[in-house]
């Protein structure tokens, strides 16, 4: 029940947010800070995203991104690089949709997979999402990552982005 309270006053107080953005400013060389949370396709288990990226254009960006899912004694942490291709979008100033893919590795420490044991393995992370300007360099991210590797599972995270 707590979990979801949070997520109801969590989008009270961030959504009208979006109303008073303005269009997005030119990205080439910067970086961007972003972090969320989350669920991951079983609720019990919270999803945390953190990322890194630096725009070599404005529409394209490139930079780390780890990932922890926790329950009680189980976890999953990924660590991955990815490429990410933010849309501008002609018509709409303040919403920018992106695609991202990369490649790295997944630890599974939970007792339902894997007969209990901790394993390491590939991790290709495939989603997109779309970000919406909240100030300069403030953004609120909504995301879905298919996260693909010998155990396949879903996160869908709502955080924010700082660029810099």
Known sequence: MKFKSFWILYLILVFPAISFSQPFQERTGSWMLGGGMGIN?????IAFRLGLDYYITDE??????AQYGIRDDDYIFGLSGVVKYSAILAQNK???PYGEVGIGYVEFDCEDLFDGKKKTTYLFPVGGGFEFKM???LSLDVNILFNLSQEIFLSLIIG????F
């Open 135 to 137: 100030a300069d360099q």
């Open 160 to 163: 924010v982005n700082y660029i």
């Open 94 to 96: 303040v919403v920018r």
């Open 60 to 65: 394209i960006s490139v930079g780390p991104l």
């Open 41 to 45: 396709e079983d609720p019990s288990l």
